[in-house]
T-cell receptor, first 108, second 115 residues
């Protein structure tokens, strides 16, 4: 079993939609959660991180952690075509154990 | 540009040849990581350094792979006797390890094609 699981998508939504991206994790030892965004042929870039249960908001993005069910989510409000990318979630300490990523396409 | 840089960006080599990649981290970062990513997959951890010490290597890292960070600044990743299965994007990341800070900053990657 992989430590972090994601639906690979692709997820296609119209511009302006609310997007929900989800991950499940198995290792409860690490309590630090991160979302990375990766554009095609680029390295991942850190989008958001959280070190607790509950919600963390940053502009149009909200990260949510539910430790009881080992579930992490990223919500994108008012999605834009520029949000089209692969979104990677992670739950790790020293090194990153990524999910396989969910490819998001936002259509104008 | 003060981000993580990698060189070369693309490398095409024939099976059996050796290749070496370079990573220059963000200057004040003491940790440096190497990952491999194949199409449709997330990055897979290979190894990491704290300063010049190599602290962990993935069990998946074959003996043909070796990494160095001789002065605790830039790092090189060498693959000997390349195989077609080594074709992938090789990503480098760096971080400043302080307490619970696990934020890593990635370079653009080196895309390796083994023919």
């Amino acid at each position: 079993q992989k430590e972090v699981e994601q639906d690979p998508g692709p997820l296609s939504v119209p511009e302006g939609a609310i997007v929900s991206l989800n991950c499940t994790y198995s290792n409860s030892a690490f309590q630090y959660f991160m979302w990375y965004r990766q554009y095609s042929r680029k390295g991942p870039e850190l989008l958001m991180y959280t070190y607790s249960s509950g919600n963390k908001e940053d502009g149009r993005f909200t990260a949510q952690v539910d430790k009881s069910s080992k579930y992490i989510s990223l919500f994108i409000r008012d999605s834009q075509p520029s949000d089209s990318a692969t979104y990677l979630c992670d739950n790790a300490g020293n090194m990153l154990t990524f999910g396989g990523g969910t490819r998001l396409m936002v259509k104008p | 540009d003060t981000g993580v840089s990698q060189d070369p960006r693309h490398k095409i080599t024939k099976r059996g040849q050796n290749v070496t990649f370079r990573c220059d981290p963000i200057s004040e970062h003491n940790r440096l990581y190497w990952y491999r990513q194949t199409l449709g997959q997330g990055p897979e951890f290979l190894t990491y350094f704290q300063n010049e010490a190599q602290l962990e290597k993935s069990r998946l890292l074959s003996d043909r792979f070796s990494a160095e960070r001789p002065k605790g600044s830039f790092s090189t990743l060498e693959i000997q006797r390349t195989e077609q299965g080594d074709s992938a994007m090789y990503l480098c990341a760096s971080s400043l390890a302080t307490g619970t800070n696990y934020e890593q900053y990635f370079g653009p990657g080196t895309r390796l094609t083994v023919t």
